[in-house]
């Protein structure tokens, strides 16, 4: 068997974060309500998709991955209202119940030994309170497991020895970054830039950037497992990984032909 034709390994990597439920509402507005002067949506059709860390997690197997997931249990739905002639976000209706806190009780060294790499996708819900975090990192830590972040928390100091994924705007409010780690910012069209570095990605034609930073971070933890270690590598390959994506509707998961 050539090299090319080798089976891939599959990795094990676990995902810890919150989950959303994704709808998309499809309809037109043809008239103007008689009540008050705002548009009438007729919906037609809607479509259901998995977002947030579950995105992240669906990415993660497309690519090759084995992957377990640590969720929240309540139902976070994001519900985007869509013009069907033009494709357009007319409007986002978000609902956000209370969520439990991650249960970190089953987080030990010896129950992270079957994992390659742990991803914390952090959307700030709820699921993973500022307290949670060092006990959530140690175990993979000790045992010299990558640890992959995203976070929409302001405060990062407590994720010492990661590799932390951000885009632009986050960047700009972060009040606190760790000693140590390793800082990848997205920027979009722009690439991505690492250690001063500027990594380009591919121009293509923008149709939607909803959860485009899941795929980048599916690509990354994939590349990164297989070139074992190799960040330039697994950067460019994340690039390539969310351009895909933005050139499709929605929340997109990612497969390998999409980037051949």
Same mark, same amino acid.
């Given at each position: 068997?050539?090299?090319?034709?080798?089976?891939?390994?599959?990795?094990?990597?676990?995902?810890?974060?919150?989950?959303?439920?994704?709808?998309?509402?499809?309809?037109?507005?043809?008239?103007?309500?008689?009540?008050?002067?705002?548009?009438?949506?007729?919906?037609?059709? @809607?479509?259901?998709?998995?977002?947030?860390?579950?995105? @992240?997690?669906?990415?993660?197997?497309?690519?090759?991955?084995?992957?377990?997931?640590?969720?929240?249990?309540?139902?976070?739905?994001?519900?985007?209202?869509?013009?069907?002639?033009?494709?357009?976000?007319?409007?986002?209706?978000?609902?956000?119940?209370?969520?439990?806190?991650?249960?970190?009780?089953?987080?030990?060294?010896?129950?992270?030994?079957?994992?390659?790499?742990?991803?914390?996708?952090?959307?700030?819900?709820?699921?993973?309170?500022?307290?949670?975090?060092?006990?959530?990192?140690?175990?993979?830590?000790?045992?010299?497991?990558?640890?992959?972040?995203?976070?929409?928390?302001?405060?990062?100091?407590?994720?010492?020895?990661?590799?932390?994924?951000?885009?632009?705007?986050?960047?700009?409010?972060?009040?606190?970054?760790?000693?140590?780690?390793?800082?990848?910012?997205?920027?979009?069209?722009?690439?991505?830039?690492?250690?001063?570095?500027?990594?380009?990605?591919?121009?293509?034609?923008?149709?939607?950037?909803?959860?485009?930073?899941? @795929?980048?971070?599916?690509?990354?933890?994939?590349?990164?497992?297989?070139?074992?270690?190799?960040?330039?590598?697994?950067?460019?390959?994340?690039?390539?990984?969310?351009?895909?994506?933005?050139?499709?509707?929605?929340?997109?998961?990612?497969?390998?032909?999409?980037?051949?």
């Amino acid at each position: 068997m050539s090299k090319d034709t080798q089976q891939q390994k599959q990795f094990r990597v676990l995902v810890v974060g919150d989950a959303c439920l994704d709808l998309y509402c499809f309809g037109s507005c043809d008239r103007i309500s008689p009540e008050a002067p705002v548009p009438i949506f007729k919906r037609e059709s @809607v479509e259901s998709r998995q977002g947030m860390c579950l995105n @992240v997690s669906s990415n993660l197997k497309s690519l090759g991955n084995s992957v377990s997931v640590d969720r929240n249990s309540e139902i976070i739905k994001k519900t985007r209202i869509i013009d069907k002639r033009s494709g357009q976000h007319i409007l986002r209706i978000d609902e956000e119940p209370i969520i439990k806190r991650v249960d970190l009780r089953k987080y030990t060294v010896n129950s992270m030994k079957e994992y390659d790499a742990l991803v914390i996708s952090d959307y700030n819900k709820g699921y993973i309170a500022q307290g949670d975090i060092i006990d959530l990192i140690y175990p993979a830590k000790s045992l010299g497991i990558p640890v992959f972040v995203d976070s929409k928390k302001k405060d990062l100091r407590n994720f010492e020895d990661c590799i932390i994924k951000i885009n632009e705007k986050e960047r700009s409010l972060i009040t606190s970054f760790p000693k140590k780690c390793e800082t990848i910012v997205t920027m979009g069209s722009k690439g991505a830039v690492w250690r001063n570095k500027k990594y380009p990605t591919l121009r293509v034609p923008v149709h939607d950037v909803c959860g485009a930073g899941d @795929v980048f971070l599916a690509g990354l933890v994939t590349m990164y497992l297989e070139s074992q270690g190799n960040m330039a590598k697994s950067i460019l390959f994340a690039n390539r990984c969310a351009a895909a994506s933005v050139s499709r509707f929605g929340t997109y998961t990612i497969k390998r032909e999409d980037i051949k």
